[in-house]
Protein backbone atom coordinates (compact mmCIF):
# COMPACT_ATOMS: atom_id res chain seq x y z
CA UNK A 1 0.00 0.00 0.00
CA UNK A 2 0.90 3.78 -0.65
CA UNK A 3 0.56 5.54 1.47
CA UNK A 4 -0.48 9.54 1.04
CA UNK A 5 1.41 11.92 3.05
CA UNK A 6 -0.73 14.90 3.51
CA UNK A 7 -3.52 12.27 4.31
CA UNK A 8 -1.56 11.27 6.91
CA UNK A 9 -0.74 14.76 8.48
CA UNK A 10 -4.75 15.46 7.78
CA UNK A 11 -5.20 12.62 10.57
CA UNK A 12 -3.18 13.61 12.55
CA UNK A 13 -4.49 17.03 12.65
CA UNK A 14 -8.02 15.88 13.06
CA UNK A 15 -7.03 13.73 15.96
CA UNK A 16 -5.20 16.32 17.59
CA UNK A 17 -8.50 18.75 16.95
CA UNK A 18 -10.58 16.19 19.10
CA UNK A 19 -8.74 16.17 22.13
CA UNK A 20 -5.17 15.04 22.38
CA UNK A 21 -5.71 11.55 20.70
CA UNK A 22 -2.63 12.19 19.06
CA UNK A 23 -0.95 10.46 22.53
CA UNK A 24 -1.86 6.78 20.54
CA UNK A 25 1.47 5.06 19.73
CA UNK A 26 2.45 4.57 15.83
CA UNK A 27 0.66 1.08 15.66
CA UNK A 28 -2.85 2.50 16.69
CA UNK A 29 -2.41 5.49 14.23
CA UNK A 30 -1.32 3.03 11.62
CA UNK A 31 -4.69 1.21 12.15
CA UNK A 32 -6.75 4.42 12.37
CA UNK A 33 -5.19 5.24 8.73
CA UNK A 34 -6.04 1.91 7.57
CA UNK A 35 -9.18 1.71 8.61
CA UNK A 36 -11.62 -0.06 5.69
CA UNK A 37 -8.50 -0.59 3.42
CA UNK A 38 -6.63 -4.46 2.83
CA UNK A 39 -3.27 -4.26 4.51
CA UNK A 40 -0.28 -6.83 4.51
CA UNK A 41 1.19 -7.43 7.93
CA UNK A 42 4.95 -6.19 7.89
CA UNK A 43 5.08 -4.52 4.60
CA UNK A 44 2.25 -2.01 4.94
CA UNK A 45 3.11 -1.59 8.55
CA UNK A 46 6.76 -0.83 7.16
CA UNK A 47 5.97 1.64 4.62
CA UNK A 48 3.87 3.57 7.03
CA UNK A 49 6.62 3.56 9.63
CA UNK A 50 8.97 5.26 6.65
CA UNK A 51 6.58 7.82 5.82
CA UNK A 52 6.23 8.99 9.48
CA UNK A 53 10.27 8.86 9.09
CA UNK A 54 10.21 10.94 6.15
CA UNK A 55 7.55 13.12 7.94
CA UNK A 56 9.82 13.90 11.19
CA UNK A 57 12.69 14.43 9.12
CA UNK A 58 11.07 16.86 7.08
CA UNK A 59 10.35 18.83 10.13
CA UNK A 60 6.14 18.42 9.80
CA UNK A 61 5.80 15.63 13.15
CA UNK A 62 7.63 14.79 16.12
CA UNK A 63 7.24 11.46 18.54
CA UNK A 64 8.56 10.62 22.00
CA UNK A 65 10.14 7.21 21.54
CA UNK A 66 9.17 5.51 24.72
CA UNK A 67 11.91 2.72 24.84
CA UNK A 68 9.57 -0.07 26.02
CA UNK A 69 11.15 -2.19 23.63
CA UNK A 70 15.35 -0.91 23.81
CA UNK A 71 16.58 -1.10 20.29
CA UNK A 72 13.27 -1.38 17.96
CA UNK A 73 14.05 0.19 15.05
CA UNK A 74 11.65 0.43 11.60
CA UNK A 75 13.72 -0.94 9.69
CA UNK A 76 14.07 -4.13 11.72
CA UNK A 77 10.88 -5.16 14.01
CA UNK A 78 8.31 -2.52 12.58
CA UNK A 79 5.69 -3.40 14.22
CA UNK A 80 7.56 -3.34 18.09
CA UNK A 81 8.58 0.18 16.93
CA UNK A 82 5.39 1.03 15.98
CA UNK A 83 4.20 0.31 19.75
CA UNK A 84 7.19 1.97 21.24
CA UNK A 85 6.56 5.88 19.74
CA UNK A 86 3.97 7.98 21.10
CA UNK A 87 3.15 11.05 21.41
CA UNK A 88 2.80 12.01 17.97
CA UNK A 89 2.41 15.51 17.39
CA UNK A 90 2.32 17.87 13.95
CA UNK A 91 4.59 20.66 14.02
CA UNK A 92 3.63 24.28 13.04
CA UNK A 93 4.84 23.26 9.38
CA UNK A 94 3.16 19.91 9.78
CA UNK A 95 -0.20 21.47 10.24
CA UNK A 96 -0.07 24.33 7.47
CA UNK A 97 0.98 21.48 5.28
CA UNK A 98 -2.26 19.49 6.54
CA UNK A 99 -4.82 22.07 6.54
CA UNK A 100 -2.83 23.51 2.69
CA UNK A 101 -1.29 26.31 4.08
CA UNK A 102 1.52 27.76 2.26
CA UNK A 103 4.14 29.89 3.49
CA UNK A 104 3.20 32.79 1.22
CA UNK A 105 -0.06 32.49 2.68
CA UNK A 106 1.18 33.65 5.73
CA UNK A 107 3.19 36.36 4.75
CA UNK A 108 0.04 38.04 3.72
CA UNK A 109 -1.45 38.11 6.72
Known amino acids: MRWDDIQ ?4 IDALEETGGQHLWTGLE ?3 K ?3 GKETHRGADERSF ?3 LVLASDAGFLTWKQMNIHVGATFEGNV ?4 QDIGEIRLTIAGRDRARGRLASDLCSL
Not at 8 to 11: F, H, N, V, W
Open 33 to 35: ASE
Open 29 to 31: LFH
Open 79 to 82: NTWL
Open 49 to 51: ARE
Open 8 to 11: LLKL
